[in-house]
């Protein structure tokens, strides 16, 4: 097979997985405190196909990781007392899990029956001094802009709302967890603000998405012609070589 073709087999291996992340994010684009992602490619120099004498000069494509964008999604009135969303980029809320703590921009929060605040998968939701214990009896809860939360005017305690300051250290886990992969320390996000009631929206533009998958799927046919035509090249080339002979 002939160098164009190796070049276009390594081009349609990142095809394929950016249109899974594509598609990945269309589906998610109705879900809470989605960060849309993107495919991050770059070149690897390899061995020529046919290489008699001559230095390795080829450059394929290759797949670097996957680039997500926590720029701040809409931000969506629901009314429900125990929904909370954050307002500022890069700042998280903070959960307890096996591993350690995990942390969240789905801010739709709710109560176990120990009245424990917890998410929607049952993982308790820190404060800046351990769980938070909330008491249906004792009425209404209210949450300011800091994160201080109060039932009756009583403090409950305080949402651990934090950021790291680089955000490529956090790993994306399932049902819109994230934890963190190396030894950095979070730090707490002063300048965020919680909003009681709301919650965010994901950062993705479907129109956009939808126009890349048409383009790397326009990507894909271009490249598979471009294989056949070098392919039926070779293939007559041989022909005429072997009529010659």
Request: no cysteine; proline share 3%; net charge negative.
């Amino acid at each position: 097979m002939e160098n164009a073709a190796y070049i276009g087999l390594s081009r349609q291996m990142t095809l394929r997985r950016e249109l899974d992340i594509v598609a990945n994010n269309i589906a998610n684009a109705d879900t809470t405190g989605f960060k849309v992602e993107q495919l991050m490619v770059g070149t690897e120099v390899g061995a020529r196909a046919r290489n008699d004498n001559v230095r390795p000069s080829v450059s394929f494509v290759m797949d670097t990781g996957v680039g997500r964008d926590y720029g701040q999604g809409a931000l969506q009135q629901t009314g429900r007392t125990l929904d909370f969303a954050i307002e500022g980029e890069g700042a998280f809320f903070s959960l307890q899990d096996g591993a350690g703590e995990a942390y969240t921009r789905d801010g739709a929060f709710t109560l176990d029956p120990e009245g424990r605040l917890t998410t929607q998968g049952g993982l308790p939701v820190l404060a800046d001094g351990g769980e938070i214990i909330l008491d249906p009896a004792l009425g209404a809860v209210s949450v300011s802009p800091d994160g201080s939360i109060s039932q009756n005017g009583q403090p409950v305690g305080r949402l651990s709302v934090v950021r790291f300051e680089t955000l490529s250290v956090l790993e994306k886990g399932g049902d819109g967890l994230y934890r963190n992969t190396s030894n950095a320390q979070p730090m707490e996000a002063t300048d965020a603000r919680v909003r009681q009631g709301m919650l965010e929206g994901s950062n993705v533009n479907p129109i956009l998405e939808i126009t890349n998958l048409i383009e790397i799927s326009r990507a894909y046919e271009r490249i598979t012609k471009l294989i056949e035509q070098s392919t039926d090249l070779s293939k007559r080339a041989v022909e005429r070589l072997g009529r010659v002979n």
